[in-house]
């Protein structure tokens, strides 16, 4: 099992279009993957369901913690740590 | 016969046929299947159905609005391939043997409660999504068409639980004659519509609207709250002629809609509009209006990802000034709270929106998007009468961190060699704190406009939001009065010009006397302006001034009101 500890700065946290990035990022790897929001100590969650991501309610500057099993767990690990570190696709946080 | 009582939203009497519209509602029946792989087969069909109609809408909505937008229904899509919603809607039909539908709807309503659990207006609306692809799979499972109101049969009167405002932005505007909501306020997002289309409307009518069948001939009169089903012939002939009456009476108003308020004895008050974006702006000039007294920018802000830029804010104010010369453009800087939380911006949530840090207070915690729009208006003001006005303040510090920041806006636009304008500053005065300290805020300022729907709630402490105390949020009530009275006379001390943006401009009853008051401005629903300046023209200053003086004196609106008829 591969785990990391990432944090959310898009200025939306984890919701609305970062939401869905994450999720279709995740569901793109066979590993089954988790994501557990540290701000608020929940438990681990499935990182493929949208809803189960967004019911996480984690905000801007929230760690996260990812977690992955699998065949491929290293490569979704990788994957996810550069999507949460480019900040979505988007230039720094410009509110 | 059958009466209803709800609020009264929009003038005027409608009489037709009801057609109720109730896309909430979908009754499927729940059935045991023996065959489970069959009925798997048809969920998964459906699924790709709605998966198909929802690339459909994101295309179409791409091409409208650009892919930021568009991107809204991305999370749509996901509930679609989501475990927690189609995976656990399949576990139920094989473990249960049962269809389905029933599966979708159980799912639907488990994902309901824990969304509602969560207690923030955010997730709430996520409900609401979810629901929205709950229902179309189950219409796609039924057959049953996806209902909008873009294609009516015939004219008739709607009649729905709410109207949400893509259901408004669609409707069909030629066949609908005007509509009764079972929830909802005066200043819901329908009822402000209604008003600018002028169709008559009745909201907060409560549950018991929603018995009327379809097709039962009904009178809605948009004054009185009242709504009429299957009226007696001597009643919905009373009802036909007063409508022909109102109905000519608008016509006549609007002729003379495009010469000035001039009052009997030759004082002339400027009118001019609230309107919410460019299509609104058009409707102005149609109804005589002189200007725009408030142009709301939410409507730039909100159901987005991202802030609008710069560039695009100002091509969006220049292109509303352009529709109106050299007429005045009041730009509003956003008006947001809690209530109406933005994806790109992180909001804690409060208990009391209302009281919490929405409007100026919310702008002044966020000085980088809100100078962003400060550029953008200091940009469009070049060759344009626009002003512009700050929302909810309540402390002289306010106004002042406001002007340090738009100083910051016209230094950082320098520094780049941007031109701009140089655009009157002005405060809606709309927190009792700002009507009585008027004479302390009106030297750092240009000019007040009072917002009278938020000075009404607060002032009387009653959620305008809120039907059961609707009554009880009314403008007309004296000590709303006397604080709108106050400001005018603090403001004309201090040189300045006083003017109402809130719903209370609109309303002939309170015409002569903000006339009474020396108000110079009045502003209001661009449909609203016709009828407004011929009650103007009926009075004389010296009249409307005694009258002032008299209801300021009055214990309740209700005496105002009959006061103001008794000399009409």
């Known amino acids: 099992m591969e785990k990391i500890r990432l944090i959310v700065n898009h200025p939306v946290g984890l919701h609305a279009r970062p939401a869905a990035q994450f999720v279709k990022m995740a569901s793109q790897y066979q590993s089954n993957i988790t994501v557990a929001n540290l701000a608020s100590g929940g438990s681990p969650t499935n990182a493929k369901s949208i809803l189960s991501v967004l019911t996480l309610g984690v905000n801007k500057g929230s760690a996260i913690e990812v977690a992955a099993e699998g065949p491929d767990e290293a490569q979704a690990i990788a994957a996810l740590k550069a999507l949460v570190e480019s900040n979505f696709g988007e230039a720094a946080s410009q509110a | ?568």
């Open chain 2, 1 to 568: 016969m059958r009466t209803i009582h709800g609020i009264g939203a929009s003038d005027g009497i409608a009489l037709g046929p009801a057609y109720k519209y109730l896309p909430e509602m979908v009754v499927c029946p729940r059935r045991e299947v023996s065959d489970t792989a069959e009925e798997e087969r048809r969920l998964d069909r459906a699924v790709r159905q709605v998966e198909t109609a929802l690339a459909v809408l994101k295309a179409e909505l791409e091409r409208e609005v650009g892919h930021q937008d568009a991107a809204i229904f991305e999370a749509h899509q996901l509930f679609l391939s989501d475990p927690a919603f189609i995976g656990r809607a399949r576990n139920l039909v094989l473990e249960q043997k049962i269809n389905a539908e029933a599966a979708i709807e159980e799912v639907m309503a488990e994902l309901q409660r824990t969304f509602e659990a969560m207690q923030d207006e955010y997730f709430r609306e996520r409900a609401m999504d979810v629901m929205d692809v709950g229902r179309r799979l189950l219409r796609e499972l039924m057959g049953l068409p996806h209902p909008s109101l873009q294609h009516l049969p015939r004219p008739c009167i709607v009649v729905a639980r709410e109207l949400t405002p893509s259901d408004t932005a669609r409707m069909d505007r030629k066949q609908v004659l005007g509509f009764v909501t079972a929830r909802g306020g005066k200043t819901a997002h329908a009822a402000i519509l209604a008003r600018s289309l002028g169709i008559p409307a009745v909201v907060g009518a409560g549950e018991e609207a929603l018995d009327i069948g379809q097709d039962t001939p009904l009178i809605l009169d948009g004054v009185s709250g009242m709504v009429l089903a299957d009226p007696d012939p001597d009643v919905a002939a009373d009802f036909e002629e007063r409508r022909l009456r109102l109905q000519q009476e608008r016509h006549r108003a609007l002729a003379g809609a495009h010469s000035p308020a001039v009052s009997r004895d030759g004082r002339q008050v400027e009118v001019v509009a609230n309107i919410g974006g460019l299509e609104e702006a058009r409707n102005v000039l149609d109804h005589g209006g002189e200007g725009v007294g408030l142009l709301r920018t939410e409507f730039l802000f909100l159901d987005r990802t991202t802030a609008p830029s710069e560039d695009e804010q100002t091509e969006a104010y220049k292109a509303i000034a352009e529709v109106l010369g050299r007429r005045p453009l009041i730009i509003r800087t956003l008006d947001i709270g809690g209530d109406k939380p933005l994806a790109y911006l992180t909001m804690p949530t409060e208990d009391n929106p209302f009281l919490g840090q929405r409007g100026i207070r919310l702008c002044l915690a966020e000085p980088e998007m809100f100078k962003v729009q400060l550029r953008a208006i200091l940009r469009a003001a070049l060759g344009h009468n626009i002003k512009v006005m700050f929302p909810m303040v309540a402390t002289a510090e306010e106004i002042r961190a406001a002007r340090r920041l738009l100083d910051e806006a016209r230094h950082e636009l320098s520094a780049r060699n941007a031109a701009f304008g140089d655009p009157e500053i002005g405060i809606m005065v709309e927190i009792p704190a700002a009507a009585l300290a008027a004479d302390t805020l009106a030297p750092l300022v240009d000019f007040f406009s009072l917002g009278t729907n938020d000075l009404t709630q607060y002032t009387l402490a009653a959620d305008r939001t809120n039907s059961l105390v609707q009554e009880l949020a009314d403008a007309l009530h004296p000590a709303v009065l006397r604080l709108i009275a106050e400001t005018i006379r603090r403001g004309h001390e201090a040189g300045i010009w006083v003017g109402v943006c809130g719903e209370l401009a609109g309303d002939p009853v309170a015409a002569p006397i903000l006339l009474g008051l020396d108000l110079d401005e009045f502003s209001m629903a661009p449909t609203s302006i016709p009828a407004v300046k011929e009650v103007i023209r009926k009075w004389s200053y010296d009249d409307a001034r005694r009258l002032a003086e008299e209801v300021l004196k009055l214990d309740s609106a209700g005496k105002v009101r009959e006061r103001v008829a008794a000399q009409s």
